[in-house]
């Protein structure tokens, strides 16, 4: 929150989900997503890719919606993120940037 790199989505004036990144560049997000690296504060205040750290929603529609919304204040950059499974299986991906066409960037 500190580095102002997150969405909220409300309904009424309750927050009902979260996204939260860091701007990283690209050395900096393989070596975290291959290694288990652990970027510094400052590792993560520009840089040319985004990761998501943390993603909180109620559900396929919200979570939609706010990756919507960074995708639109981000068209050019690409977006990863981790996915960890109950069972401790880890899986990297950057679908985020395959998920819209070129009108939704914009």
Same mark, same amino acid.
């Given at each position: 929150i500190r580095r102002s790199h997150y969405l909220l989505a409300f309904r009424g004036s309750r927050p009902i989900a979260y996204v939260g990144w860091a701007e990283c560049y690209e050395?900096?997000?393989? $070596?975290?997503? !291959?290694? =288990?690296? @652990?970027? +510094?504060?400052? !590792? &993560?205040?520009?840089? %040319? &890719? =985004?990761? *998501?750290? @943390?993603?909180? @929603?109620?559900? %396929? $529609?919200? +979570?939609?919606? *706010?990756?919507r919304q960074l995708r639109r204040l981000h068209p050019d950059r690409p977006f990863y993120f981790m996915r960890e499974y109950a069972d401790g299986r880890k899986r990297n991906s950057s679908v985020i940037n395959r998920l819209f066409g070129p009108r939704e960037k914009r």
């Open positions: 050395k900096v997000v393989k $070596a975290w997503m !291959e290694r =288990g690296y @652990s970027p +510094t504060y400052q !590792e &993560c205040v520009g840089g %040319n &890719c =985004g990761v *998501l750290i @943390s993603f909180v @929603s109620p559900g %396929n $529609a919200v +979570t939609m919606q *706010l990756i």
